[in-house]
């Protein structure tokens, strides 16, 4: 290659500018391809216009740097007056910083399923593979654009030929993003519909679960704490279940039990990787099968597609966040969304609810619209909303709110601030929830409707010296409201005080329709127990997740918790309870009742070798980056 005339600063510094932006947009094109999976994926090519600004915005920082680096450091003396030859030095460093950044990310989260730390062994070497493999890739390119490909890069690096290059990527992804970017993640299947003839006689079936609702934040259940009239008038219409258990206190495992009656152990969708196997038959399959139209509307990214919980559904909507920097739905599933988002919830403090989860409003739109293309049918329909879990809001919304992703580990003396808001976010949910009630009574579907209302888990606010859920089995995160209003609203008023549990709604609302339950199903038909001699006598849930490993069984009045010593949240690792004399779970009895505690332990170990038993076989995806992002933002990884 030809040498040019000698450099001065400013054409030196264009060098670095030119070849940093190239770069960084040649990395960015590269993890585009990755997150499409080599165009396997064909929507996620819609991230090409964010990528290409984001990353070639990274180039420019990186090539920056390499230029004041290289003015202290006696380095490529020899070519400092050739413009092509640096211009490919600042591409090839660029390229290879950001990729060096790229994979250092995914190798971690994603291959070492962030169990590995960068000051283990195997972290450490990790490290040294990587940063050899950045070296090697940055002589490797280097030598390419100065020897094999020389004239492309000299062509390259005219200016009106980078611009021209930069500026066609950048069409490239404004029509992408046009016409690939979706607004839901959403599946459909063929619906025959020459079985509805057979079902005008039976009442349509609606679940809805409200992410994160504790029972004492419900006025129906003789709160305080918060207002929720209209709650409360499908309560009078129906039955108020007091006694009520999660089978486990994080959304993915527990919403899979609501919808297949097994408990989490049996159908394995609990981590965050794993999804609900096909072999599992859920509520949408059963009413399926029986001629019924099933949709599902879900606000909560562990219910989405990609874990299969749309299983059986005719149509099933997850309803993404919208997203911060104004990248779309593919855009998140690159580092550098990730490393942004980061960066804006630790310095900007406003925070609103469309940047974590879509809310209540949003999720009645799309019930709405699936009222209105639904007029007639027989239907089974699954809403989850999202609002009382995590960030608290303040109502009318104004950029004030708590985020787990913002603070792992508050100081106690927000905890009255938490409340506050969590009571905001249940208020304005309740409202949501009277418009599709008053929907379905303008569609003549309430009164003869089977209705149920619960929650996949509750909420702590330091009640045990922690917060947020999924990390103990007490009570303010393993008890859930529940209100089912039956058809013709039969036992309206009513409340309930024998022991249930979420695996009870499967069957409940199948016998209420006249529909066959899968023996494989758990629970009991809580319409036929007797209040006096239930049949159901425990309740048991389990909560696998973030390094904790517990597990619990209610039997009567008594309540056993057994926690793995080596679990990230400290608790004792045996508990024992009595409910009715310490319903607030304040004074260990384990000691102090050696018998019972013996039983008590002795059943829990029955009980889950009893499901171990008859466990299915786990199924796992591999998680995208915008899928870990979101979990992220909730707070269900770190």
């Known amino acids: 290659m030809s040498n040019e005339k000698p450099l001065n600063q400013f054409t030196s510094l264009k060098a670095s500018l030119q070849g940093g932006i190239i770069g960084g947009v040649a990395a960015g094109l590269f993890e585009v391809l990755l997150v499409s999976r080599w165009g396997g994926n064909p929507a996620n090519l819609s ?45 090839s460093g660029s390229l290879s910083a950001i990729l060096f950044v790229i994979i250092h990310f995914l190798t971690f989260r ?111 259940y003789g709160s305080v704490k918060a207002s929720t009239p209209n709650l409360d008038k499908i309560a009078g219409n129906g039955i108020i279940y007091e006694q009520v258990y999660a089978q486990a206190t994080h959304t993915k495992p527990s919403t899979a039990t609501i919808l297949t009656s097994r408990y989490p152990s049996e159908h394995r969708a609990i981590h965050k990787s794993e999804s609900l196997p096909e072999s599992v038959t859920t509520l949408a399959e059963v009413f399926n099968q029986s001629g019924y139209y099933c949709g599902g509307i879900v606000a909560n990214i562990n219910l989405a597609p990609v874990f299969n919980y749309q299983q059986g559904f005719h149509e099933y909507s997850y309803l993404p966040p919208d997203f911060f920097f104004g990248a779309n739905e593919a855009s998140a599933r ?18 609103y609810p469309y940047n974590f989860y879509s809310n209540a409003e949003r999720v009645y739109g799309y019930f709405d619209d699936f009222m209105n293309r639904h007029k007639g049918e027989n239907f089974f329909l699954f809403l989850h909303f999202m609002d009382p879990h995590d960030p608290y809001f303040e109502h009318p919304y104004s950029g004030s709110g708590y985020a787990r992703a913002q603070m792992e580990n508050p100081p106690p003396e927000l905890a009255t601030s938490f409340m506050e808001y969590y009571r905001q976010d249940i208020e304005y949910l309740d409202e949501q929830i009277g418009l599709v009630i008053d929907r379905l009574k303008e569609s ?89 001699n239930s049949g159901i006598i425990d309740a048991f849930a389990e909560c696998d997740h973030g390094g904790n490993s517990i597990r619990m069984l209610r039997v009567g009045p008594w309540k056993y918790i057994k926690t793995d010593p080596e679990s990230r949240r400290k608790r004792p690792p045996e508990q024992l309870f009595n409910l009715d004399s310490d319903p607030f779970e304040l004074n260990n009895l384990f000691d102090s009742e050696p018998e019972k505690a013996t039983e008590m332990k002795f059943l829990l170990q029955a009980k889950y070798q009893q499901i171990l038993a008859s466990r299915e076989s786990g199924s796992a995806v591999e998680l995208d980056p915008a899928t870990q992002e979101r979990l992220r933002a909730l707070g269900y990884t770190q």
Request: glycine share 6%; aromatic share 10%; hydrophobic share 45%.
């Open 334 to 351: 690159l580092v550098i969304y990730g490393v942004l988002r980061l960066m804006r919830l630790r310095f900007v403090k406003s925070v």
């Open 444 to 532: 003549n579907l309430y009164d003869n409707s089977i209705i149920v209302i619960t929650s996949d888990h509750g909420e702590e606010f330091y009640e045990h010296g922690g917060w947020w859920h999924a990390n103990t089995l007490h009570e303010e995160q393993v008890r859930v409201p529940m209100i089912i209003k039956y058809p013709g609203n039969e036992y309206a008023g009513s409340v309930v005080n024998f022991l249930t549990r979420s695996i009870d709604i499967p069957p409940t609302i199948l016998k209420s329709c006249d529909v066959p339950v899968p023996a494989e199903m758990r629970g009991e038909d809580l319409f036929n127990v007797d209040p006096e």
């Open 47 to 91: 991230a090409l216009l964010f990528a290409s600004i984001a990353y070639g915005l990274l180039g420019m920082i990186a090539g920056i740097g390499m230029w004041i680096f290289l003015q202290v450091v006696p380095l490529y003396r020899k070519t400092r007056d050739n413009f092509v030859q640096m211009g490919a030095i600042y591409l």
């Open 110 to 220: 994603d291959f070492h399923r962030e169990l590995v730390r960068h000051t283990d062994p195997l972290g450490i070497a990790t490290m040294i593979m990587l940063l050899a493999g950045a070296l090697v890739l940055y002589q490797l390119v280097k030598i390419i654009l100065t020897g094999l490909l020389g004239s492309f890069t000299t062509w390259l690096l005219k200016p009106k030929n980078t611009i021209l290059i930069i500026s066609l990527v950048i069409v490239a992804g404004i029509i992408l993003n046009i016409s690939l970017a979706k607004d839901a993640e959403s599946t459909f299947s063929p619906f025959d519909d020459s079985g509805q003839s057979n079902l005008k006689q039976k009442p349509c079936a609606i679940l809805i679960v409200l992410d994160t609702l504790r029972p004492d934040y419900v006025s129906c």
